[in-house]
């Protein structure tokens, strides 16, 4: 049974940094294309990062040179570094999983099966 647990969420001021962790189990992680997106309140869930089994990276525009996808096959987790944080990237964050993920739908909410329970992040101005 696959399994995502988020964490290190919390609130910041503007132009601060979170590191989000996504620990897997239950799966062999590297087989898998992993993800990361985000909702806002009153708001569709939005991909913000993919990073797929070769390694290869996704990013959505508003997060491109702030946000950095990362991933630690041997602990089994998923990062988000987030840099330079906005009060428009409050929401709460979920990792997604799945053995194989198009290339068109990396940061689609349809390209991925698994899902955790979610982390809030809080960006005050």
């Known amino acids: 049974q696959v399994q995502l647990v988020e964490s290190g969420g919390g609130s910041v001021q503007a132009g601060g940094s979170l590191r989000l962790s996504c620990a897997g189990s239950?799966?062999?992680?590297?087989?898998?294309?992993m993800g990361w997106f985000r909702q806002a309140p009153g708001k569709e869930r939005e991909g913000v990062a993919s990073?797929?089994?070769?390694?290869?990276?996704t990013y959505a525009n508003s997060v491109k040179g702030r946000f950095t996808i990362s991933q630690d096959s041997a602990k089994n987790t998923l990062y988000l570094q987030m840099n330079s944080l906005k009060p428009e990237d409050t929401a709460v964050y979920y990792c997604a999983a799945n053995p194989r993920v198009s290339w068109w739908a990396r940061l689609l909410r349809g390209g991925y099966n698994y899902w955790g329970q979610g982390t809030q992040v809080t960006v005050s101005s």
């Open positions: 239950g799966y062999t992680y590297s087989t898998y294309c």
């Open positions: 990073i797929d089994t070769d390694g290869s990276t």
